[in-house]
């Protein structure tokens, strides 16, 4: 007989997950601010959004270190304790994804970005935030399924999951094309190299969410 999730711990490590998960949102909100900041001539914040960035990163990585040190010793837990460090790493790395775009981008301050390619950047970064703001989602209906441990709240986990892994296919495929246009419209190397490389590190965060779906299969399945 499976014992209740909630009944094994005093503090369920998924009420910090989700904790987690919602600092990820967050930043993956002024994540967004600062694209569209540094895109247009109008705006002079995106030091100012990087800067609250790194303030909620640093704010989850204490929310990370807190997880990993209070997980209770010695206590039967419903998944391994192991599966909940890899899926707590793999949430933490949408956010260092989110920071090194952002300080990839501060490395060319003056660089202008074609207005063609500019507005499939934030259509690129727009589709990355999908999956995110489901990690929450996915969290809660995991405690769900914990508590009961029924076959329709495992369902809607793996909804969620399923919800994931199409976001970052459609976000991959936006990636595509817009590397595709990028060697089309762009003449310079260096302005290549650059460009190309803020694509593919964008397309990472989707990937990286994507990730912490799979982390979490395998902490539901039986």
Known sequence: MRIPFVNMFMTSPFVGLK???EKVSE???????AIECRISDKCDSFGAFRKEVKRLENDADAIKRRI?????????????????????KEQDKVLDKVEDVLDWISFKPDFK???????????L???????IEKLSVMIENAVQYFQTFSEDDRNAV????????????EADIIEKKLKRKIFEIEKDPVN????????????AIADHAENTGDMMRAMISR
Do not use: W
């Open 158 to 169: 793996k909804d969620v999951i399923h919800q994931l892994r199409k976001f970052e296919h």
């Open 125 to 131: 970064v727009d589709m990355t935030l999908n999956p």
């Open 19 to 21: 904790e987690h998960a």
């Open 113 to 123: 970005i074609n207005d063609e390619i500019a507005q499939d950047i934030k259509d």
């Open 27 to 33: 930043c993956s909100l002024l994540f967004q601010q």
């Open 192 to 203: 290549v190299f650059f460009l190309v490389r803020l694509v593919e590190d964008i397309g």
């Open 68 to 88: 990993r040190g209070h997980l209770p010793k010695g206590t039967f837990l419903a998944v391994d304790k192991f599966q909940i460090f890899r899926y707590i």
